[in-house]
T-cell receptor
Framework: AQSVTQLGSHVSVSEGALVLLRCNYS??????LFWYVQYPNQGLQLLLK??????LVKGINGFEAEFKKSETSFHLTKPSAHMSDAAEYFC??????????FGTGTSLTVIP | DAMVIQNPRYQVTQFGKPVTLSCSQT?????MYWYQQKSSQAPKLLFH???????NEADTPDNFQSRRPNTSFCFLDIRSPGLGDAAMYLC??????????FGPGTRLTVT
C-alpha cells in the first residue's frame, strides 16, 4: 500500500532562509508524487509533481523537490523563504487506482 | 479561466438535517473526488467518480452519498449530519487520475 510520511508538523524559518519540508513515501511500485500548498480557508494548489521523468522537479513560486529512490524521499525546498510562503504543505502519493494519499501536512511559518 | 467551483462556501445545518454540497468544473476532467478535511488534518478521500463509475472508500460512512448527473457536476449528500461531520469538504478533479485540481472548499458547521 502507498503512503507518505511528513516529518515535522510545524516548521519555522526566517525570511530569506532555506525552506526544507520533508516527505518520505512508501510504495510498492514507482510512485507518482506531489506537493500541494493550502492557504487558510482555501483549497489545495499543486506546487509540483514527480512522474518518473527528471528526479529534480521544479514547481511554482520557486519551489523544487528531488526524488531520491534510495532514500524513498521527495523533500521540498526553496532557497529563500518569503513571507507569502507561510501556509500548510501536503505531500501526496497516487496509486494505480487513481487514489491520492496525503501526508498529515507541515505548517510553515516565516519569521520576519 | 477553467476552474473548480464549490457552492456554498459556508454551510450551516442542524443536527440530523440533510444537506447537499455542490461542485462544478469547467476543466472537462473525467475524474471527480470528494474529500473531508478536519482542522489541522490531511484531506481524507471519501469517494471518487472515474467517468460514471463510482468508487467508495471502504471507511466512508453510509451517511455520505454522492451523485454525478453529468461530467461537470458532482454533489455530496450528507443524509443525517452529526456534530462529527463538521469539516471542510473539498472537491477535486483530474484528467484520468493525474494531478488534482481543487475547489476552494465548503466549510460545514453542524449546530
Amino acid at each position: 500500500a502507498q503512503s507518505v510520511t511528513q516529518l515535522g508538523s510545524h516548521v519555522s524559518v526566517s525570511e530569506g532562509a532555506l525552506v526544507l519540508l520533508r516527505c518520505n513515501y512508501s510504495s510498492s511500485v514507482p510512485p507518482y508524487l506531489f506537493w500541494y500548498v493550502q492557504y487558510p480557508n482555501q483549497g489545495l494548489q499543486l506546487l509540483l509533481k514527480y512522474t518518473s521523468a527528471a528526479t529534480l522537479v521544479k514547481g511554482i513560486n520557486g519551489f523544487e523537490a528531488e526524488f531520491k529512490k534510495s532514500e524513498t524521499s521527495f523533500h521540498l525546498t526553496k532557497p529563500s523563504a518569503h513571507m507569502s510562503d507561510a501556509a500548510e504543505y501536503f505531500c501526496a502519493v497516487r496509486n494505480t487506482g487513481n487514489q491520492f494519499y496525503f501526508g498529515t501536512g507541515t505548517s510553515l511559518t516565516v519569521i520576519p | 479561466d477553467a476552474m473548480v467551483i464549490q457552492n456554498p462556501r459556508y454551510q450551516v445545518t442542524q443536527f440530523g438535517k440533510p444537506v447537499t454540497l455542490s461542485c462544478s468544473q469547467t476543466l472537462n476532467h473525467n475524474v471527480m473526488y470528494w474529500y473531508q478535511q478536519k482542522s489541522s488534518q490531511a484531506p481524507k478521500l471519501l469517494f471518487h467518480y472515474y467517468d460514471k463509475d463510482f468508487n467508495n472508500e471502504a471507511d466512508t460512512p453510509d451517511n455520505f452519498q454522492s451523485r454525478r448527473p453529468n461530467t461537470s457536476f458532482c454533489f455530496l449528500d450528507i443524509r443525517s449530519p452529526g456534530l462529527g461531520d463538521a469539516a471542510m469538504y473539498l472537491c477535486a478533479t483530474s484528467k484520468d487520475g493525474d494531478e488534482q485540481y481543487f475547489g476552494p472548499g465548503t466549510r460545514l458547521t453542524v449546530t
